[in-house]
């Protein structure tokens, strides 16, 4: 019987467990130069130390004017390979296998002096006007892309994840509020992510996993549901994708009549129906903190992974906790053992 501390393998990546942490962003690269800095290092090894199976490293951009802020990470240089690899190689000593966020931010990047998408529209009233891509720079973004992926591939990273979700560059290429290009990434919505996707899988092992961060609804007037998102998946999963991270919204000012859940689990019912509907893996998000509520998730059959994020941002050592309370065994750390 599946449960939340039963092992997991998909393609060549083998988790001791189902207990992911997710990619949240630190935005703490006070040198502004996208490399990985001690806080990281620290951030990262200790959800290792504290039984994690998988550890998602977050949102790391692909160029400069590409992160949310100047203090996020970056790939888009082989001067940030050697922290990244450091935090990879000591992940790995503690058991842990480690993934990496490849995006860009799009209309999103707050601190770039102009920000790029795919149509000139602005997130909100209080945010830049950004330009629109022309047809040749979209096609060296993927490039930058690939470049990215290589560079974590080097650093020596287990799985990649590509960040269509939350409001970010690919995402407004999806999504029919934010593309009104009349060029091929215009009448092709998903061909702009298709293409990353499958420049990624060029720069990967065979046995490697590309996961996906989606966004499975909208929750401003006019945005797109579950209907909408499993068929853009559906064209993702051709193009390569192993698994999907489900999550949802990003993509503007929420409507009060659209306003996402707040209760525990809310979007395990996206990640169930593309699951179902893909007959594909994927990992659930939102509100699982709760080492019960998690563990029914998975066997239930509703996802085949669980992220915790406020958790383990509360608690590093979550994953020995929930094992304690759910009586699951787990290795401790022979320094812990006394705790548990």
Not at 84 to 89: A, E, G, S, T, Y
Not at 221 to 248: L, P, R, T
Not at 287 to 301: K, Q, S, T
Request: charged content about 25%; aromatic content about 8%; some cysteine.
């Amino acid at each position: 019987m599946k449960d939340l501390f039963s092992p997991y393998t998909i393609k060549g990546l083998e988790l001791k467990n189902r207990v992911v942490m997710p990619p949240m962003c630190q935005y703490s690269v006070d040198k502004k130069d996208g490399v990985a800095t001690d806080w990281h290092y620290i951030h990262y090894v200790s959800r290792a130390v504290g039984g994690a199976g998988f550890i998602m490293i977050e949102m790391t951009d692909v160029e400069p004017d590409g992160r949310i802020s100047d203090f996020d990470l970056g790939l888009w240089s082989d001067e940030q390979i050697p922290a990244l690899k450091r935090i990879v190689d000591a992940c790995h000593s503690y058991g842990a296998k480690v993934g990496i966020q490849i995006a860009h931010a799009g209309r999103k990047a707050e601190d770039a002096e102009v920000p790029v998408a795919p149509s000139a529209i602005a997130f909100d009233e209080n945010s830049k006007q950004p330009r629109a891509l022309t047809t040749e720079e979209v096609k060296g973004l993927v490039e930058k892309f690939r470049a990215a992926v290589a560079r974590a591939v080097k650093a020596g990273f287990d799985s990649i994840e590509i960040h269509g979700a939350h409001g970010y560059l690919i995402h407004q290429f999806h999504s029919p509020l934010t593309n009104k290009r009349e060029d091929k990434y215009g009448k092709d919505l998903t061909l702009f992510g298709r293409e990353i996707i499958q420049a990624a899988k060029g720069e990967m092992s065979q046995d490697m996993p590309l996961l996906m961060r989606i966004s499975a609804k909208e929750y401003v007037e006019g945005g797109y549901g579950i209907k909408e998102s499993i068929a853009f998946a559906k064209e993702y999963q051709k193009a390569g994708v192993d698994m999907f991270d489900i999550s949802s919204g990003g993509e503007g000012p929420i409507a009060a009549w659209g306003r996402p859940g707040t209760h525990a689990a809310y979007q395990v019912p996206l990640a169930k129906d593309i699951k179902e509907a893909l007959d594909i893996p994927v990992m659930a998000v939102g509100r699982l903190d709760d080492p019960i509520l998690a563990n029914a998730v998975i066997g239930n059959e509703e996802a085949d992974l669980v992220a915790v994020g406020r958790g383990m941002l509360r608690n590093p050592y979550w994953s020995l906790e929930a094992a304690s309370k759910l009586r699951k065994e787990t290795a401790i750390p022979t320094q812990y053992t006394t705790g548990f």
